[in-house]
């Protein structure tokens, strides 16, 4: 697997800087695309995928260890960063890149996602979500406005707009509510965001409905209407099949406008990965890479490796002989497992390493290919390591 930090030099030279918002797309093989979006910090060579630092920061991680293993853009999440350490903390060190240390783009969540898994602990009006909070129980409310405004405070490259995200089993009359209520909330945040949001600083709108495919197709008609910057699917691996995800993705992504930057929000195992650069994403987040490594899963070329099994107490292998990572370079499964069963949190740090740089490198293989004509060639190598029967589209 290709290092993703050689890969983007050699995309990066000879750029000239464009304002905040444009965004090229530099190549497509069917519905399949690369792409350049340049956002306050600088340029994002897509497809990408992002590393998920819900208050700030990759677990474990120092920023600079993310440049190195090639993360262009890293996620907070406004929920979390508004109760701790609060969004005025932030806005007072100087917002978040300068707080944590990352200097290149920054896309956050609205936090509606977490505030709707509150159940029993909100409560959701046409204006906006009243909630307790799963810290300490004190009663906040959210709006459309407030969560820019947040974001503002956070100075985010990519702020998201508050949407309505209903359960994966939710019925047809709770998708067409959540839909409905996502419009509304959409309109207003497009009428906000010059008054709120710092010049630079890019807004994005979320298209809803479930797995319905004609209740999709006609929301994207609507959030697509709106001068937003970019558009992204919410609501997706939310408790779904993955079956009616792949499909979803496939059907509705490569109707999204093309001269703007299509996202995916949440999905992160290599096959939602696959499916999602098949039918043209660019961009895609998951805590699922850093998450599954500190609980002991590891992901490979060869498929997942459960770091606890007994089996490998001796081995001296590396995780992935095929990878490029500092983890892998310099350490055995048997040392791993080691540090694991001792609860040592050196552990958590070199699994999550070697995770990031696996997904990472997997998505820059894939962008590189795509730039230089080879992408059904490439891809088919990983469908047949990762992928469904059907196989790329």
């Given at each position: 697997m290709i290092d993703p930090r050689t890969e983007l030099s050699c995309e990066r030279t000879?750029?000239?800087?464009?304002?905040?918002?444009c965004f090229e797309v530099l190549a497509e093989d069917g519905p399949a695309r690369a792409g350049r979006l340049w956002t306050a910090h600088g340029p994002v060579d897509t497809p990408c995928f992002m590393p998920v630092g819900t208050y700030g920061a990759i677990k474990?991680?120092?920023?600079?260890?993310?440049?190195?293993?090639?993360?262009?853009?890293i996620l907070g999440?406004?929920?979390?960063?508004?109760?701790?350490?609060?969004?005025a903390v932030v806005a007072g060190q100087g917002g978040l890149h300068r707080f944590g240390g990352w200097h290149?783009?920054?896309?956050?969540?609205?936090?509606?996602?977490?505030?709707?898994?509150?159940?029993g602990l909100q409560r959701i009006d046409d204006d906006g979500v009243d909630y307790r909070t799963h810290f300490d129980g004190s009663a906040h409310r959210m709006t459309p406005e407030s969560v820019l405004t947040?974001?503002?405070?956070?100075?985010?490259?990519?702020?998201?707009v508050l949407d309505h995200c209903p359960p994966g089993d939710g019925s047809p009359a709770q998708i067409r509510v959540a839909v409905d209520r996502t419009t509304r909330w959409a309109e207003r945040a497009t009428l906000a965001r010059s008054r709120i949001l710092t010049p630079g600083q890019l807004c994005f709108g979320i298209v809803q409905g479930g797995v319905d495919l004609e209740l999709r197709r006609e929301h994207l008609a609507a959030i697509a209407a709106l001068p937003f910057d970019g558009l992204a699917l919410?609501?997706?691996?939310?408790?779904?099949?993955?079956?009616?995800?792949?499909?979803?993705?496939r059907a509705i992504a490569p109707m999204m406008p093309r001269e703007r930057p299509r996202y995916v929000m949440g999905i992160g195992m290599p096959i939602d990965l696959l499916v999602a650069i098949d039918s043209g994403v660019d961009m895609f987040d998951c805590v699922l890479p850093s998450r599954n490594a500190r609980n002991g899963q590891l992901f490979t070329s060869a498929g997942k490796v459960n770091i606890k099994r007994a089996e490998h107490r001796e081995d001296r292998r590396p995780v992935d002989e095929d990878c490029g990572c500092s983890t892998c370079a310099r350490f055995s499964r048997a040392y791993l497992r080691h540090l694991h069963a001792q609860g040592d949190p050196l552990y958590g740090r070199l699994a999550t390493v070697h995770n990031l740089h696996f997904f990472l490198a997997l998505?820059?293989?894939?962008?590189?290919?795509?730039?230089?004509?080879?992408?059904?060639?490439?891809?088919?190598?990983?469908?047949?390591?990762?992928g469904e029967a059907a196989g790329p589209g």
């Amino acid at each position: 697997m290709i290092d993703p930090r050689t890969e983007l030099s050699c995309e990066r030279t000879d750029l000239a800087a464009l304002d905040p918002g444009c965004f090229e797309v530099l190549a497509e093989d069917g519905p399949a695309r690369a792409g350049r979006l340049w956002t306050a910090h600088g340029p994002v060579d897509t497809p990408c995928f992002m590393p998920v630092g819900t208050y700030g920061a990759i677990k474990g991680l120092d920023p600079r260890e993310l440049e190195a293993m090639g993360a262009q853009v890293i996620l907070g999440n406004a929920y979390h960063l508004a109760h701790r350490p609060g969004a005025a903390v932030v806005a007072g060190q100087g917002g978040l890149h300068r707080f944590g240390g990352w200097h290149r783009p920054i896309l956050t969540d609205s936090g509606g996602f977490q505030v709707f898994s509150l159940r029993g602990l909100q409560r959701i009006d046409d204006d906006g979500v009243d909630y307790r909070t799963h810290f300490d129980g004190s009663a906040h409310r959210m709006t459309p406005e407030s969560v820019l405004t947040v974001q503002a405070q956070l100075g985010s490259d990519i702020c998201m707009v508050l949407d309505h995200c209903p359960p994966g089993d939710g019925s047809p009359a709770q998708i067409r509510v959540a839909v409905d209520r996502t419009t509304r909330w959409a309109e207003r945040a497009t009428l906000a965001r010059s008054r709120i949001l710092t010049p630079g600083q890019l807004c994005f709108g979320i298209v809803q409905g479930g797995v319905d495919l004609e209740l999709r197709r006609e929301h994207l008609a609507a959030i697509a209407a709106l001068p937003f910057d970019g558009l992204a699917l919410g609501g997706l691996s939310v408790g779904e099949p993955p079956a009616s995800m792949h499909a979803t993705m496939r059907a509705i992504a490569p109707m999204m406008p093309r001269e703007r930057p299509r996202y995916v929000m949440g999905i992160g195992m290599p096959i939602d990965l696959l499916v999602a650069i098949d039918s043209g994403v660019d961009m895609f987040d998951c805590v699922l890479p850093s998450r599954n490594a500190r609980n002991g899963q590891l992901f490979t070329s060869a498929g997942k490796v459960n770091i606890k099994r007994a089996e490998h107490r001796e081995d001296r292998r590396p995780v992935d002989e095929d990878c490029g990572c500092s983890t892998c370079a310099r350490f055995s499964r048997a040392y791993l497992r080691h540090l694991h069963a001792q609860g040592d949190p050196l552990y958590g740090r070199l699994a999550t390493v070697h995770n990031l740089h696996f997904f990472l490198a997997l998505v820059a293989q894939l962008r590189l290919a795509l730039r230089r004509g080879r992408y059904r060639e490439v891809a088919a190598a990983f469908w047949t390591r990762f992928g469904e029967a059907a196989g790329p589209g």
